[in-house]
Nanobody
Framework: QVQLVESGGGLVQAGGSLRLSCAAS????????MGWYRQAPGKQREFVAR???????NYADSVKGRFTISRDNANNTVYLQMNSLKPEDTAVYYC????????????WGQGTQVTVSS
């Protein structure tokens, strides 16, 4: 089992910044890529950003140039730096860990609320 704990959410004005953290613990050897997803009220959960074990990153078009994902493998933590925030970025942000080759389970954190006021 892998436990993911997110932190860093909050209320910020449009144009501001927040940094989310996701700390992984447990069977770390079973996971590889990690990422962030978000779910706004009344909408489906959507992909935000992903980083592979080797550091390759991918972003949703809606956040490219504003958000940066990074990871600290020594501390089993992944970060999401969010700049130039917009009201439409308001959502619950979830951390996800993908299984390493040979493993099956993926894991989700409990989510952290990000609210951007206009």
């Amino acid at each position: 089992q892998v436990q993911l704990v997110e932190s860093g959410g909050g209320l910020v004005q449009a144009g501001g910044s927040l940094r989310l953290s996701c700390a992984a613990s447990g069977s770390i050897f079973s996971i590889n890529a990690m990422g962030w997803y978000r779910q706004a009220p009344g909408k489906q959960r959507e992909f935000v950003a992903r980083i592979s074990g080797g550091g390759t990153t991918n972003y949703a078009d809606s956040v490219k140039g504003r958000f940066t994902i990074s990871r600290d493998n020594a501390n089993n933590t992944v970060y999401l730096q969010m700049n130039s925030l917009k009201p439409e970025d308001t959502a619950v942000y979830y951390c996800k860990a993908d299984p390493r080759l040979g493993y099956v389970n993926d894991y989700w954190g409990q989510g952290t609320q990000v609210t951007v006021s206009s």
